[in-house]
């Protein structure tokens, strides 16, 4: 027998047990997440209940860092080098991971090679926005008229590659339409613009077109759901509405690490980000903020993000849209 093999293998033992007592010590130290999203948008003041909730739990700091433009890439980039033992996370989005790919030629990142996904922590469905004196009163009549003068009908989004572009040309797909895309610099005025009949449509959230939508210049037609949502529950979904079988569009964000962060450290967060999600309070303030919390486990995880990559995959080959 080699001599060297009962040192390697009680360095493996010690190793492996190692791995446990890491886990169950996290964190050590403050812990920092990154995002992409500017200080006091949705999905930041969404992260940052989630932080203080974790603070409270692990007896450590919790610190939410903004560091947002360049589509994600600054916040991404300094994640992607850091050191691999849970103490520096990352918030994404599900247009980042899926979308990103097919937009650009070259990205400064490869998910699955320079990250773990860890666990969603907030998801929100799009509605279909009509102006307030629109003539349609179901998503089939807003259809029928796509079909009957294709390119007269316009819809809008906050940016060419936006969920809201890459969702409207899904349902022209789906729906053998050609429509008009209007992109926008700013969300705000994008539903001004449906608010004004400068659109006839555009897919916004209950938080991005809420407020043409109390105000009563805007309205729902249909949500991008498999079921009605909560505190909409008048609003079909885009099958009752008129329109495709089981069309969805979402939006979520998520929390990953560095690749190489050990999986015992990987379920802790995730465990403990799934319990803070479960808290009454939290989802109380999730619900105020029209977001649903959604946690996940490393597989079903990954489930979500196949799907919407290669929805959004489609959509933006079919459609030739980039970002490039």
């Not at 791995?19 to 812990?31: I, K």
């Not at 560091?67 to 050191?83: L, M, Q, T």
């Not at 403990?272 to 079903?300: I, S």
């Not at 933006?316 to 849209?321: C, E, F």
Request: proline letters at 8%; charged letters at 20%.
């Amino acid at each position: 027998m080699n001599p060297l093999f009962p040192r390697l293998l009680g360095a493996a033992m010690l190793a492996a047990l190692a791995l446990p007592a890491q886990a169950q010590n996290y964190p050590t130290r403050p812990v920092r997440v990154v995002t992409p999203f500017p200080a006091g948008s949705g999905p930041e003041v969404a992260l940052r209940l989630v932080a203080d909730r974790l603070s409270k739990r692990w007896g450590q700091p919790v610190i939410v860092d903004n560091r947002p433009g360049a589509s994600g890439f600054i916040a991404i980039e300094a994640v992607k080098r850091a050191n691999p033992d849970g103490h520096e996370l990352l918030q994404m989005d599900n247009a980042q991971m899926a979308a990103q790919p097919f937009l650009f030629k070259k990205l400064p990142y490869e998910l699955l090679r320079d990250f773990e996904p860890i666990t969603p922590i907030l998801r929100n469905y799009f509605f279909v926005t009509v102006p307030a004196a629109s003539p349609y009163r179901n998503l089939g009549d807003l259809l029928a008229a796509a079909r009957a003068a294709p390119g007269r009908i316009n819809y809008g989004s906050w940016f060419v590659g936006s969920p809201g572009h890459i969702g409207a040309a899904m349902l022209e797909t789906a729906t053998a339409t050609k429509m008009t895309h209007v992109p926008y610099k700013e969300m705000s005025q994008l539903y001004v613009a449906v608010g004004n009949q400068e659109l006839d449509w555009a897919f916004g959230s209950a938080a991005s077109a809420g407020a043409m939508q109390r105000a009563g210049k805007a309205r729902y037609l249909a949500v991008a759901a498999p079921t009605r949502v909560a505190g909409f529950k008048d609003v079909p979904t885009i099958a009752e509405s008129g329109g495709p079988a089981g069309f969805e569009l979402s939006a979520w964000t998520a929390l990953l690490a560095p690749k190489g962060t050990p999986r015992q450290v990987l379920e802790k967060i995730q465990q403990d980000v799934a319990a803070v999600l479960a808290d009454p309070e939290v989802k109380d303030k999730y619900t105020a903020m029209f977001y649903e919390p959604y946690a996940l486990d490393t597989e079903q995880f990954l489930q979500q993000l196949r799907a919407d990559t290669q929805r959004y995959g489609d959509a933006i080959r079919q459609n030739h849209i980039s970002l490039d």
